[in-house]
């Protein structure tokens, strides 16, 4: 008799966790079933978003200043650089200045599981630089510091011009070889 008892306790109390929780989760994992209409809440629900470092020239022209913007976010980490390096080579709001070239599109982005960004662009990076080392310099380390910066998963990054390896954008700033983070060219006042 007392065995009988322990086992329907047992029961019942293996049924309310299926009641409880196997239950819910199962009907809430469900996906609705297509309707071919966008419901109001799903229409209306915006894309998620991170706030994300970006930099641009500083006033003084000698550094880059960080500037928080929101960027979509992505996942996995190659579909978040990609979003970042898309926000950082568009023309920013005023009254920032890109240290990118105007026309300067992303061609791809690429991560290895090594930690290494290879940022494909258009040739506009090159053939639109104004020249000038610093000038160089703020453009490479633009895309480098956004990535490195925002996505600790991204150690180095090489850029590339139309598909291909360069030796430099403008003539000063050795390309054939990815870079890491370098803050010394970042400004100390965050705006």
């Known amino acids: 008799m007392r065995r ?8 019942v109390i293996a049924a309310g966790v299926v009641l409880t929780i196997v239950v819910p989760r ?3 994992a469900r996906p609705a079933a297509p309707t071919g209409q966008p419901s109001a809440s799903t229409a209306a629900s915006p894309e998620r ?6 930099f641009y020239v500083a006033d003084d022209g000698l550094a880059l200043a960080p500037v928080q913007r929101e960027v979509l976010f992505g996942e996995p980490v190659s579909e978040q650089a990609r979003h970042i390096v898309e926000m950082q080579i568009t023309p920013p709001p ?4 890109s240290a990118i070239p105007q026309g ?4 791809a982005v690429y991560v290895s599981e090594q930690g290494d ?9 090159s ?18 510091n956004a990535l490195t910066v925002n996505l600790p998963a991204i150690k180095r990054v090489q850029i ?6 360069v030796d430099t954008l403008a003539g000063h700033v050795d390309l054939r070889q990815p870079f890491a983070k370098n803050t010394q060219w970042i400004a100390e006042k965050q705006e």
Do not use: C, M, Q, W
Request: no cysteine; hydrophobic share 50%; proline share 2%.
């Open 26 to 28: 199962y009907f809430r």
């Open 104 to 107: 300067t599109k992303l061609r």
């Open 4 to 11: 009988s008892a322990i086992i329907v306790a047992a029961i």
């Open 49 to 54: 978003k991170i706030t994300a470092t970006f």
């Open 160 to 165: 590339l011009v139309d598909g291909k390896e």
């Open 117 to 125: 960004a290879f940022v494909d662009v258009t040739g506009e990076l």
């Open 94 to 97: 005023a009254p920032h200045v």
């Open 127 to 144: 053939r639109n630089h104004t020249g000038g080392a610093l000038d160089e310099l703020f453009s490479v380390y633009t895309i480098v």
